[in-house]
């Protein structure tokens, strides 16, 4: 079976991470994770297998989670350093635990059409069942939501903080996820208001990493990614003027896990890069300039299937609270999305 720590993108990955904060606080602790097998929440796992086999934490992870064949195959020889509760979020749960991260979410818009229930559920029954668990062990939760919750703002673009929203229409194909994502924070808000539940909320914005699903998630900088390691053109079936923040997965994990650590309980931070602003075409030409292969136009036939982004408006996330604890970004673009690729070759090369 596979050793990530083998990986020379993924072990600099880690020890990245390490520097920037403090983690003494989760030595010897307990761990609940919810979607440990994700693209983010398995970084965090990673990074905690990390602590316990490089710096002796001895920190207990435990994964809510069915499928032992997904998690085997994230985690390889480290998948029995991880102990497996075979139950839903949508169930309650009697666990002992300091920390809880809750990420379990069908985040891709290709599920919105397919499977809304079980889009909608884990933001809902989910975060109350961990929320009711946090309040009963006293434990530390953090809450992944996402940058979709701020909707949509039809009287320009702005720049917009923790404190600023649009409308969502709670029918749209899209809602299943973004009011779901709202609903879970209203529940974290409420349980730390009525119940002093110690939670805090990360809302994420486009994040992208090694451990992608280039084969199976339809977003367009994982599409590029798929073109680039199979050597094919870059294509965009638009003008490709949409803009995006664009986050590398090291600077996120370390985000959550300042939150987790630092964040103020009952608090929302935007999670984004804004330094890395970068639209759909420039995005090509980064990665056509790293791999080599050519980025085209081609105009999307009538007949293909396509799924509008929930951010049609180039929205601005600000970062400034993540920011205010001490936190700063490392990685842009280029070096990011050349750490992905390189990633890849590495893993079809052993």
Request: glycine letters at 6%; aromatic letters at 12%.
């Amino acid at each position: 079976m596979r050793d990530f720590l083998c990986n020379s993108i993924l072990r600099e990955d880690m020890e990245a991470i390490f520097a920037r904060t403090d983690y003494s606080s989760m030595i010897g602790k307990t761990i609940v994770i919810t979607g440990a097998y994700g693209m983010l929440a398995s970084y965090m796992v990673y990074f905690m297998i990390y602590l316990n086999k490089v710096k002796s934490y001895n920190i207990k992870i435990i994964s809510l989670s069915r499928d032992s064949e997904k998690l085997r195959s994230r985690f390889g020889v480290y998948c029995d350093n991880i102990v497996q509760i075979a139950c839903s979020v949508n169930d309650p749960m009697d666990i002992d635990c300091d920390f809880i991260i809750h990420a379990a979410s069908l985040a891709s818009p290709q599920y919105y059409s397919t499977s809304p229930i079980e889009v909608i559920l884990p933001n809902i029954l989910g975060t109350k069942n961990l929320l009711e668990l946090a309040c009963i062990k006293k434990a530390r939760l953090l809450y992944f939501s996402s940058v979709s919750v701020y909707g949509s703002f039809p009287n320009g673009h702005k720049p917009v903080s923790e404190n600023n929203f649009g409308w969502i229409d709670p029918l749209d194909l899209h809602s299943c996820y973004d009011e779901g994502k709202r609903a879970g924070e209203s529940l974290c808000a409420a349980y730390f208001r009525q119940k002093g539940v110690n939670s805090v909320i990360a809302r994420i914005a486009h994040t992208y990493g090694p451990t992608m699903d280039i084969e199976g998630d339809p977003r367009v900088f994982a599409s590029f990614i798929k073109n680039a390691l199979r050597g094919e053109n870059i294509e965009i079936k638009s003008d490709g003027t949409a803009k995006r923040l664009f986050c590398y997965i090291s600077d996120a994990t370390a985000a959550y896990f300042k939150l987790l650590i630092d964040g103020k309980p009952g608090e929302a931070y935007n999670v984004c890069n804004t330094e890395e602003s970068i639209s759909i075409r420039q995005l090509g030409e980064i990665v056509s300039n790293i791999s080599g292969v050519d980025f085209i136009f081609k105009e999307r036939c009538a007949s293909e299937m396509y799924l509008n982004d929930s951010n049609p408006d180039n929205i601005t996330f600000l970062n400034d609270k993540l920011i205010a604890l001490g936190f700063e970004f490392k990685v842009g673009a280029v070096e990011g999305f050349k750490r992905v690729l390189d990633y890849f070759n590495k893993e079809s090369s052993t």
